[in-house]
């Protein structure tokens, strides 16, 4: 092997570390800190029951991103139109595809609870991604409509005893889930202790 040769060998292995340090600094964890019900409504500008229309997936402003277009059915907190656009960070685009823990994907055609919050971009976004979502079905005698939470099976941060931990509502009737957003929305504000 010529001397130039093994020169660029050893010069490109040893570029191999600080590349894959490099890469790897772009790289972040999804930590989402739980929140009750009581304060994603009052904390979420916009609550509505919607069934999901469509899905699309495009690049903006160099990341790749999914809309999703929604009827909403009941606006149980705020203001908005008949058709809502959800944009969600992630999706497929082309040949590339990017995950993010945490970030809920809707089905056309399946109804959902979701609490809201405006973008910069004038579209809304589900507050607190997997907390915001309740996935609205049947239960499992028909009789009536139950929501479960989509964090029943991702960890949130609990502050009060500072451990992941999975957990979230599990097949509440959406009438229940109703009456806490409301309590919620009608609680009159906390104090804050001096």
């Keep these: 092997m010529s001397r130039r040769k093994r020169f660029r060998s050893s010069f490109l292995f ?35 029951r919607a069934r999901c ?18 009827a909403v059915e009941e606006i ?13 960070l992630g999706g497929t685009a082309g040949n590339l595809t990017s995950t993010i823990d945490g970030i809920p994907r809707f089905r056309p055609g399946e109804t959902v609870v979701l609490f809201l919050e405006p973008t910069s971009r004038g579209d809304l976004s589900v507050l607190s991604w997997q907390q915001g979502t309740f996935r609205v ?9 139950i929501v479960t939470q989509d964090t029943a099976s991702f960890s949130t941060f609990d502050s009060a005893t500072r451990r992941f931990e999975v957990g979230g509502i599990h097949e509440l009737p959406v009438d229940a889930l109703h009456q806490q957003v ?4 009608n609680a009159p504000p906390a104090r804050r202790q001096p």
């Design 14 to 48: 040893a570029l191999l570390p600080l590349a894959i340090s490099l890469a790897a600094s772009g790289i972040t964890a999804t930590t989402l800190a739980r929140m009750s019900v009581t304060q994603m409504s009052q904390i979420a500008p916009v609550i509505v």
């Design 53 to 70: 229309l469509a899905n699309s997936t495009r690049w903006d402003a160099g990341d790749i991103w999914t809309f999703s277009t929604f």
């Design 76 to 88: 149980w907190k705020g203001s908005v139109s008949a058709r809502i656009t959800v944009r969600l």
């Design 137 to 145: 079905r049947l239960s499992p005698r028909g009789a009536q409509e």
């Design 182 to 185: 409301r309590a919620a929305i």
